[in-house]
């Protein structure tokens, strides 16, 4: 059964400074790797989609890894701002559609 | 961008209500649909399978009976929640994927706003 894991649970720092949140995931056998955003009592936003065959996947100050080897992934936050705060979540997915997500990371940004 | 509307956002009922959340893909067809229940500061868990056409599958533990699934069409899916009780109070979210042609595709899947449900 696939289990994933974030570390972090929570992340408090200041604005402007560069970030990193972790994923781990136990099994391996995935088509691809998502982190999300989710504000207090909203949905989903995706923010990057890493196919298995994908090392990373950049979308302006946001850089996601992929090892799936080992089973890891990381999303690194430049020049972080307040607006970044929010709750972040990695999910993998496995066959047919299914996404295994972690717990997520809450992440706040002090001015 | 690919919208997804749920519908409501916020339900308050009292114990023993049934209560039916909607889930629409607003600019994209769906021949699968996603429902998923969060707890508070919990990650979200997959509850069911929804297959425009066809029976729903559901993840083991989740009551088939209490949870009733029904996509009636490519751009809509409802989960009824029957009989509701305080402990199925939670964070319901619905998300889809515009259909490809196959199960395994890879295009990212898009989420609903949530439901939260509170019952009395």
């Known amino acids: 059964k696939q289990e994933v894991t974030q570390i972090p649970a929570a992340l408090s720092v200041p604005e402007g400074e560069n970030l990193v949140l972790n994923c781990s995931f136990t099994?391996?056998?995935?088509?691809?790797l998502q982190w999300f955003r989710q504000d207090p009592g909203k949905g989903l936003t995706s923010l990057l989609l890493i196919q298995s065959s994908q090392r990373e996947q950049t979308s302006g100050r946001l850089n996601a890894s992929l090892d799936k080897s080992s089973g890891r992934s990381t999303l690194y936050i430049a020049a972080s701002q307040p607006g970044d705060s929010a709750t972040y979540l990695c999910a993998v997915q496995q066959g047919a559609q299914k996404l295994v997500f972690g717990q997520g990371t809450r992440l706040t940004i002090n001015p | 961008g690919a919208v997804v509307s749920q519908h409501p956002s916020w339900v308050i009922c009292k114990s023993g209500t049934s209560v039916k959340i909607e889930c629409r893909s607003l600019d994209f067809q769906a021949t699968t649909m996603f429902w998923y229940r969060q707890f508070p500061k919990q990650s979200l868990m997959l509850m069911a399978t929804?297959?425009?056409?066809?029976?729903?599958?559901?993840e083991q533990g989740v009551e088939k009976d209490k949870f009733l699934i029904n996509h009636a069409s490519l751009t809509l899916s409802t989960l009824t929640v029957t009989s509701a009780h305080p402990e199925d109070s939670s964070f319901y979210i619905c998300s889809a994927a515009p259909a490809m042609g196959t199960l395994f595709s890879n295009q990212p899947q898009h989420f609903g706003d949530g439901t939260r449900l509170s019952i009395l």
């Open positions: 929804s297959n425009e056409g066809s029976k729903a599958t559901y």
């Open positions: 099994d391996s056998a995935i088509y691809n």
